[in-house]
């Protein structure tokens, strides 16, 4: 499909697209003319990557996540303590991550595990 299709199924614009393969997150083939030829599993991804970048995480988080972003994401991804608060310790630190796991199932309607 191309780029502009891509983009009206994905719920995104054609510029976030371009950004998306820029940063990694995406990959197109190139027609002979030089149009971005994406395949249907990208439609997943963009939701997934929409929706990670939604919940707070930055590119780079969304970049580890990399091999998880053509699934569902409540199947592949829960939560992490590594994105909440360390044990005793309250507060962020160094490179602590500020929630987004949280804030995932909270987007998706549904109450996270108990931290451990």
Do not use: F, H
Request: charged share 30%; hydrophobic share 30%; with cysteine.
């Amino acid at each position: 499909m191309l780029i502009g299709e891509l983009a009206a199924q994905a719920g995104t614009t054609t510029r976030a697209l371009r950004y998306y393969e820029e940063q990694g997150l995406l990959e197109s083939d190139r027609t002979t003319a030089g149009y971005r030829l994406y395949e249907p599993g990208a439609v997943r991804r963009v939701r997934n990557i929409r929706e990670l970048l939604s919940c707070g995480l930055t590119v780079e988080d969304v970049k580890s996540l990399l091999a998880y972003l053509d699934a569902d994401l409540p199947e592949v991804l829960s939560y992490s303590p590594l994105w909440g608060e360390k044990e005793g310790g309250g507060g962020k630190k160094g490179g602590e991550r500020g929630g987004g796991g949280r804030k995932l199932y909270k987007a998706r309607g549904k109450p996270p595990p108990p931290r451990a």
